[in-house]
């Protein structure tokens, strides 16, 4: 359960980091100067990534290592720009905006990054990415009916992902077979990332699973040493009273001879 509530969490915050990254690009991009509604959701950002900070933090058993591991994250939670923009010009703002949206990223990339590793999806990732880039050459090479470059390159992203819009077709026999050979591979890419996906979340159920079963053979184990020293609690009972009756009977004889 705690895993689950982690790995939501994780997904949950990384959302509002590229969403804060798109806002804070568009507020550099337009020159806004005025307090609107993305400073307002830069501030919440902040709020959030600085208690995801200091939660880590107080939970950590090693805190300076923590702190070294974690140091772009609080940067990054520092609204340093928000800050300064009473005591320095415009442009110096818009500067210091720049470096927050290049930490964003970094620790945009550092919460997906485990996510990726965990399911293999950088593998998977990087396939694609040479995938792309060989097709994108190749039908260059083999297709000259093309416009340029970046219209084999559309192609070929439209043909892997299985879009198919056809605004841009092959006209040559190679390369109509170049793209059902495209197609074939964009399904089992896709078909790859799906099942890395499920992989992933079925892992850490079977692993929640295990951790509970773990917990009940524990318990089980305590309750059967506390049902073992009970029994022998019993016995030991048993044998006082056994006792008890042997020395009755013997206060009984002697009753009798008086």
Not at 156 to 178: A, E, N
Request: proline share 2%; with cysteine; charged share 20%.
């Amino acid at each position: 359960m705690k895993t689950k509530i982690h790995n939501i969490y994780q997904m949950i915050l990384s959302i509002i980091i590229i969403i804060n990254i798109i806002l804070i690009s568009t507020a550099i991009i337009f020159n806004l100067r005025e307090f609107n509604a993305i400073y307002f959701f830069d501030i919440f950002v902040c709020l959030v990534l600085l208690s995801d900070f200091f939660r880590g933090f107080y939970d950590a058993q090693d805190k300076s290592d923590y702190f070294k591991k974690n140091f772009i994250g609080l940067l990054a939670a520092i609204p340093f720009d928000l800050l300064l923009a009473p005591f320095l010009g415009f442009e110096y703002i818009r500067f210091i905006k720049f470096f927050r949206v290049l930490l964003l990223i970094i620790l945009y990339f550092k919460i997906v990054g485990e996510f990726l590793k965990n399911s293999h999806l950088d593998e998977i990732i990087c396939v694609f990415v040479l995938v792309v880039m060989g097709s994108t050459l190749g039908l260059y090479l083999i297709d000259p009916s093309m416009n340029n470059l970046f219209d084999d390159l559309w192609f070929v992203v439209v043909s892997l992902t299985t879009v198919g819009y056809g605004d841009i077709i092959p006209s040559t026999t190679y390369g109509k077979v170049f793209s059902l050979i495209l197609l074939i591979i964009g399904v089992f890419i896709f078909s790859a990332i799906t099942g890395a996906i499920s992989s992933y979340f079925m892992d850490n159920l079977l692993q929640e699973g295990t951790y509970h079963i773990h917990e009940l053979k524990e318990t089980a184990k305590i309750n059967e040493l506390e049902l073992k020293r009970v029994n022998e609690q019993l016995k030991e009972n048993d044998k006082k009273i056994e006792e008890l009756k042997e020395e009755i009977i013997e206060l009984k004889e002697i009753i009798k001879k008086k």
